[in-house]
Structures are given as structure tokens and as C-alpha cells.
Nanobody, 115 residues
Framework: QVQLVESGGGLVQAGGFLRLSCAFS????????MAWYRQTPGKQRDVVAS???????MHVDSVKGRFTISRDNAKNTMYLQMDSLKPEDTAVYYC?????????WGQGTQVTVSS
């Protein structure tokens, strides 16, 4: 059974940084598609960054150059390094993995950026 647990969220001032972690279990293949999403109240959940086999990464334009997704298979953990945070980055952040024919989600972690 796949389980994902996020951590690392919190309150930070604009210009600051946070590193989110997503600990996963359940023998997820190293080639599995993994991603970070974020969601604000009343809006849909949107992808922020993704990582696939061979550590190929994608970052959406709004976070490119500020956020970095990475994965440590030895530690069964995925990360999202968030630098130069802006108030508009405020959201609940979720990690997700596509494995065994379906998507799995963590419980989410709140990130709040004050101006």
C-alpha cells in the first residue's frame, strides 16, 4: 500500500525559503511519476513541479528559477526546495505519485507567505 506524508510547511516572510518533504512507502518504482501540487480555497489543485524517470523535472513558469523538485530514492523522499517565496505562493501543498495504475496523494501541508 502506497502512503505519502508531507512535512516542512509553515509561515515565512516574503523572500524567505522553505523545503517541503514527502516521505513515501509502498515499493514505488524509481521511474514513477511524482509531483507537487498546490491548492488555494475555492480553486482547483494545480501542478507545481514534477519528476520522472532519469530525474527529468518540470517546473511551471510561475515557480521556475525559485522552486526545485528533487527525489532521493535511498531515503524514499521527494523534496520541493522553495526559495524567494512570494505571498501568491500561499497554498496547501500536496505530493502525489502515479503508481500501480492510479494516483496517490498525501494529506497536504500549509505554506503561508506573509508580505
Amino acid at each position: 500500500q502506497v502512503q505519502l506524508v508531507e512535512s516542512g510547511g509553515g509561515l515565512v516572510q516574503a523572500g524567505g525559503f522553505l523545503r517541503l518533504s514527502c516521505a513515501f512507502s509502498g515499493s514505488i518504482p524509481s521511474s514513477a511519476y511524482m509531483a507537487w501540487y498546490r491548492q488555494t480555497p475555492g480553486k482547483q489543485r494545480d501542478v507545481v513541479a514534477s519528476i520522472t524517470s532519469g530525474d527529468r523535472t518540470m517546473h511551471v513558469d510561475s515557480v521556475k528559477g525559485r522552486f526545485t523538485i528533487s527525489r532521493d530514492n535511498a531515503k524514499n523522499t521527494m523534496y520541493l526546495q522553495m526559495d524567494s517565496l512570494k505571498p501568491e505562493d500561499t497554498a496547501v501543498y500536496y505530493c502525489s505519485v502515479e503508481a500501480f495504475g492510479r494516483y496517490y496523494w498525501g494529506q497536504g501541508t500549509q505554506v503561508t507567505v506573509s508580505s
